[in-house]
């Protein structure tokens, strides 16, 4: 029996003109959904600012990170502090709530014309929060949702290569698109977790792809193979841990798979060692964009397998399953 892993990825002979890194993202996206790259080209700089003041934000009093929210707490906005939020529920799995805090934002800016203000586009197009305290934080947040922006912009050409379709096949579906970038810390555990509880519940993401920045520390990423069985990510330092997410599943009537995954509790004496960040840009089309079977990946003998859905309004009802129910 072959061995199932997580492939690492170097993706700088494609930007160089190479084909080749093609066919090892076809492979992996139609096996295990995930894998990692390096050689992206994403600047150090960019990197290292935004871990530099999402560390400082986290590290600030609770009251304060708790001020940082939206004026509306449904709002994908702003700060969530532990225990608001329990990814297991949008599988339709209740389980404790997740043991990670969250610093949310979504495009840094965007024009003030009818496609961004309408009443359509309020549930997408929505202004950031963002702490008064580190002063650089929004500046970093912002320079980096940019980059992995135009990151992204590759990973949709690789993938429309992967598919036999134009390289530009997507732009038209995400040239206005609306990503999400989330800043997770997770913790060191204070108490013994309650039973079926984890850093984060397990799910599958709701959009195109997710571009990862994380840390190799305990208690890290686990995804499910078709098996059933739980197998590590790889997080090579400064890489990015690509995976495949249920818009693209559908798109691609399931060649390409959102395979189920997790963040595990960490050992017992793994201690402050476990504190961990995780920065995740969740790829996602734009919200009127209509996620119907792609040519390619159907025939006679392969009729499509799901219904059109539209992109933002999927989204939406993804988001409202796995918010937990507060006070605020």
Sequence with gaps: MTEINVPVIDIAPYLNGADGVVGQVRDACEGIGFFAITGHGVEPEIIDSLR??????FARPADEKATVHHADPALPRGYRAIGDEGLAYGSGEETPPDLKEVFHMGPPDFPDTDYFTCDAAAAHFIENVYPGQPADFRAAASSYYRRLETLGQTIEEIFARAL???DEFFRKYTDRQIGALRIIRYPPLATTPLPG?????THTDYGTFT???SEDRPGG?????REGNWIAVPTPADS???????LMMRWTNDRFVSNPHRVAIPPEDAGDNSDRLSVVF???PNYDAEITCI??????DNPPKHQPVFSGPYRLSMYTATRLETDD
């Design 282 to 284: 969740f790829h996602h």
């Design 164 to 166: 036999d379709l134009p």
């Design 295 to 300: 040519p390619t990946c159907t025939d006679a």
């Design 240 to 246: 990015f841990v690509v995976n495949i997410g249920d």
């Design 211 to 213: 571009l990862l920045l």
């Design 221 to 225: 990423l686990e995804v499910r193979t």
């Design 197 to 201: 509880q984890l850093r984060a519940g």
């Design 52 to 57: 530099r003041t999402a560390k400082s934000f």
